[in-house]
């Protein structure tokens, strides 16, 4: 990975390994596939290993409405990176609260109506 792409990648975390995130849930590797593939968590790969945005998690669990936004976000944004780096975006022009922040303060309604218009597809 170039430099370029290292700082943007670290521009979206701080992110968790995959073996914190299976200490702090107890769960296995294969729980987390799954929850990965039903848009429960979100897991970005790095080689050979699953790394997990640190904002997803708040007081041991997973952030109220994150799997609607996941979903909706999935139809155009494939790459689980993208949909990070959608999260990681400015809520407002003016602001430098993220849509994670937004997600995080108990707006999940406003994020999730976010993530239906951008992943519309356009004619």
Do not use: C
Request: hydrophobic share 35%; charged share 25%.
């Amino acid at each position: 990975m170039n430099s370029e792409s290292q700082d943007y990648y670290d521009s979206l975390g701080p992110w968790a390994t995959e073996k914190a995130v299976m200490a702090a849930f107890g769960v296995t590797s294969r729980r987390l596939e799954n929850w990965r593939a039903e848009n429960r968590i979100l897991g970005v790969e790095f080689g050979q290993s699953y790394f997990y945005v640190v904002h997803q998690f708040e007081n041991g669990r997973i952030v109220d409405g994150l799997q609607a936004v996941l979903t909706a976000l999935s139809t155009t944004f494939t790459a689980p990176e993208s949909r990070a780096g959608w999260l990681s975006e400015k809520a407002y022009p003016d602001s430098p609260e993220t849509r994670w922040d937004v997600l995080r303060s108990g707006q999940s309604s406003r994020v999730l109506e976010w993530a239906q218009e951008d992943a519309r597809p356009t004619a």
